[in-house]
């Protein structure tokens, strides 16, 4: 430890060290101060939330309403969780337990002051479904009289509660452990739709399963997928062997309790509070059931002994373990999700915070220390929780109140319940599950919200009634994150546009106002990129930009393999000349190829070829749509709008590689906008960036990126035009043109006799090029460069096609470029070159051909124009 701090203790550091920075490690000066007893303190205030909020509890302002709220809820546990232990197939003595136990231990670690933990009607037949699968009656038949086979249900309740001990002991663990890990937002993946149809279809169990004890029939236990339903049918074959003296009393019993329970609602305001109902039904009953002996005479089924006191705490049968795993999970989900969900509603409306994670370990506790007491996996009670709440219940304090109220019916009570009808408990079970019944409303509702909930909510009602309640959970949050994925593999596209004279844009679809800007599409998906959507992404985009992106690139694919032929051809050609004919090496750098004489003599002696060395290393313009003669995009820009977009997966990055690829192949440039850094470290970390692809095609937001595009645009319109060739038009400016170059050379009438010569329209389309030269300054080795005129037209680059025309043509421009641009004046002199030995024409300034030998005169006097022609 560092010099001058103070000793720590071990447990205080120990608590620390999950919540330390990173910066705190054990040889750090700073670890022992900082992690001292304040930080030891907030956690213990953490888990044991009391702790803070005990000492400033109002005494004279809660106390009086958590008391007589506190006895309200007390008096509706008493007979709830003896009704809800005979759901879950347990003596009616566990569910006091399981009410006691649980409800005293949330006062410690609960963060929420409305909720009523204890027995659930969800929760009690998950569990029974579960006990009636695994330890049946059938496993405890014992011989009377060495003939009569008989149950023993004292052995059968003993293996039971065993056994659910140990599915509440391994819940609890579950519950702790996903607490301690944070993973409170497991529940995320239950919503409200998958929820409230899952515990409707519970309620219908629930329904089902006490129907034996109205009519007084007795059925086998069934488990598993459809053991619903062949329970019900078991029921309705045995009808006519219904105890009448059960039914009227169940009937009479839940008329009573519908009645006054909706009195208690209707009258809430004026009532200090409910009328408690269920306890005087119990109490009633269970002294008619005395004194007429119900159960001898009518043979109506009553509860029997319930043990006064309470039991030491009894480790759990670990080896049960691996068979109730998996159910345990479930009952800790659901069980967590319900009442999370209740405190949050609470919370909202009283203005306090519930913390999910601490609840989660709350529950956990409740049922992990429970499990060795006996008890039976709990939530909390939606009944009893609005009860708690409207009576003047503001604390845990009211739960602590109810605790002992149960508490003194366990010691001193209880076993004066033993000829409590068991009709009477399934009535008040029944009459409970009215507002569960409600939640069949949500149909109406959804049908006009929410189709898609609407179909969660019916899969999870069906999934549960036909699978039983634990596969049914599964089933049912499978298919509710299909339904995410569903909604996300096919989200809403759409084109943005810009809303007049702001920075804002929305999609065109939907807002008049909102227009397209010119040249650029702005495409937006509603939903993230992975590899579920990744390439319908790219099909709506090409779809939507209104371009056969794919299409194009094949057509552009054939028309450079067709240019590549050409120039294979010409190349030959090239050869074939370069053998021919004899060439020497000027100084300048040019290459000059005579041709020899003719027997006719039309070329003569002085006939050349000259070529531009130094061009023959150069790279040739790339081939663009114009040139190669295809259509072009009516859009010059796309931007992906990306605020959406929370994350992308390899196979994402892979398919934007592609459309860069693809749009840039068709001449337009894509742009991101709105890009989270989140999402920019992911593109990063997945080698998204390259020479090609670069972090300038990216902008804070749409604006920002439509902002740079004009910008462009504007840049690009007032820069000086392409060096492309350009047509002769008889004195008017000439226009650009970018058409491909074939090696044939005619006249070009169009040019006036003033412009000089012209090349064909096969060389620079209509027109041609224009050459000519009025006075000629010699150069070394005998060339000259041509004086430029005040009014001539700019010169176009290399021609792309090598062939000995365009050899000439690079050399022209060459020179061009050190003396002069296109001279526009000289004998108007048109020719047809015949390169490899021609005929003559007419005489100059007559049109048509020139004879070979004014055209050799030219050449020897060194005029590139007039080699040319």
């Known amino acids: 430890m560092c010099k001058g701090t103070k000793s720590v203790d071990r447990f205080a550091v120990w608590l620390c060290w999950p919540t330390a920075p990173a910066a705190l490690r054990p040889g750090s000066c700073s670890f022992p101060t900082r992690c001292s007893a304040s930080t030891a303190k907030s956690l213990l205030f953490r888990f044991l939330p009391f702790l803070h909020w005990l000492p400033r509890y109002p005494f004279k302002d809660w106390l009086l309403g958590d008391i007589a709220s506190g006895f309200s809820v007390g008096i509706m546990h008493l007979p709830q969780g003896l009704a809800y232990a005979l759901l879950a197939g347990l003596p009616p003595v566990t569910g006091l337990y399981s009410s006691f136990y649980p409800v005293f231990l949330y006062f410690f670690f609960g963060t929420s002051r409305h909720n009523s933990v204890g027995p659930f009607a969800v929760i009690s037949v998950m569990i029974g479904s579960l006990t009636d699968s695994l330890l049946p009656s059938e496993k405890f038949l014992e011989s009377v009289n060495g003939s009569n086979m008989t149950v023993n249900e004292a052995q059968r309740d003993a293996a039971r509660v065993e056994l659910v001990a140990t599915i509440t002991v391994l819940t609890g663990i579950f519950q702790v452990a ?455 995009p009516g859009l010059h820009a796309i931007i992906l709008d990306f605020s959406p977009v929370s994350f992308v997966d390899t196979v994402s990055i892979k398919i934007l590689k592609n459309i860069f690829r693809d749009f840039h192949e068709i001449e337009v440039d894509v742009f991101v906008a709105g890009c989270p850094v989140p999402v920019l470290d992911q593109l990063e970390r997945g080698n998204f960036f390259s020479s090609a692809i670069t972090k300038h095609c990216f902008f804070p937001s749409v604006h920002d990126a439509v902002v740079h595009i004009s910008r462009e645009q504007r840049g690009a319109s007032v820069s000086t035009q392409p060096l492309r060739p350009h047509r002769c038009d008889g004195g008017r400016r000439s226009q650009d043109n970018s058409s491909s170059v074939p090696l044939r050379w005619t006249s070009a009438p169009e040019c006036s006799p003033a412009r000089g010569r012209c090349l064909p329209e096969e060389l620079g389309g209509q027109g041609g090029l224009c050459f000519g030269t009025n006075s000629a300054t010699p150069m070394p080795g005998g060339l000259v460069t041509p004086p430029a005129p005040p009014d001539c037209e700019s010169w176009g680059p290399a021609l792309a096609v090598s062939s000995p025309a365009t050899e000439l043509l690079r050399l022209s421009h060459q020179l061009s470029q050190q003396g002069a641009s296109c001279p526009c004046s000289g004998p108007a002199h048109q020719a047809r070159p015949a390169l490899g030995g021609g005929r003559g024409g007419p005489t100059p300034g007559q049109g048509g051909s020139a004879p070979s030998s004014e055209l050799a005169s030219r050449i020897k006097r060194c005029s590139i124009s007039q080699a040319l022609f």
């Open 178 to 632: 996903l607490g301690l890990l944070q993973f409170g937002f497991v529940v995320t993946y239950l919503s409200d739709p998958l929820v409230r149809g899952y515990t409707t279809a519970a309620s219908v169990h629930v329904l089902i399963s006490q129907l034996k004890n109205v009519f007084g029939v007795s059925v086998g236990e069934h488990s598993g997928p459809l053991s619903m339903f062949m329970t019900f049918i078991e029921i309705c074959q045995k009808l006519p062997e219904t105890n009448v003296g059960t039914l009227v009393t169940a009937i009479i019993a839940m008329v009573a309790i519908f009645i006054v329970k909706e009195l208690n609602h209707k009258l809430a305001s004026k009532l200090p509070m409910p009328i408690p109902i269920e306890l005087i039904t119990i109490i009633i009953s269970t002294g008619i059931s005395y004194g007429v002996n119900l159960n001898a005479k009518f043979g109506i089924s009553v509860v029997g002994n319930i043990p006064s006191g309470l039991k030491p705490p009894v480790a759990p049968n670990v080896s049960y373990f691996g068979q109730v795993v998996g159910n345990a999970f479930a009952i800790a989900v659901v069980g967590y999700a319900i009442c999370i969900s209740l405190g949050k509603i609470f919370a909202l409306k009283h203005g306090y915070k519930v913390d999910s994670n601490q609840e989660l370990i709350a529950l956990g506790l409740c049922n992990f220390l429970g499990g060795f007491f006996q008890c039976f996996a709990i939530s909390c009670s939606m009944s009893r929780s609005l009860v708690q709440e409207s009576t003047g219940g503001n604390s845990q304090v009211a739960g602590v109140i109810a605790s002992l109220v149960i508490l003194v019916t366990i010691l001193k009570v209880g076993e004066l319940f033993r000829d409590l009808p068991k009709a009477i408990l399934s009535a008040i079970i029944i009459i409970n599950l009215k507002g569960m019944f409600k939640q069949f409303n949500d149909l109406c509702m959804l049908w006009k919200s929410n189709r898609v909930d609407l179909v969660v909510w019916i899969v999870t009602f069906v999934a549960t009634l036909i699978l039983n309640l634990d596969i049914g959970l599964a089933a049912s949050v499978g298919f509710g994150l299909l339904t995410v994925i569903f909604r996300t593999q096919l989200p809403h596209y759409s084109i943005l546009g810009r809303i007049a004279d702001t920075d804002v844009y929305r999609d065109v679809a939907e807002y008049q106002t909102a227009q397209e800007v010119s040249g650029v599409k702005i495409f937006r998906s509603s939903s993230t990129l992975y590899f579920a959507n990744v390439e319908l992404y790219a099909e709506a985009l090409k779809k939507k930009s209104g371009i056969n992106v794919d299409r194009l690139i094949e057509k552009k694919k054939k028309a450079l393999k067709k240019l590549k032929k050409q120039q294979k051809k010409a190349e030959k050609e090239k050869a074939k000349w370069k053998k021919v004919l004899p060439c020497h090496r000027d100084p300048s750098g040019a290459t000059l190829h005579h041709l020899p004489d003719t027997e006719d003599g039309h070329n003569g002696p002085d006939i050349a070829v000259i070529e531009l060395s130094g061009a023959e290393g150069s790279t040739p313009p790339k081939p663009t749509l114009r040139t190669l003669g295809l259509p072009q």
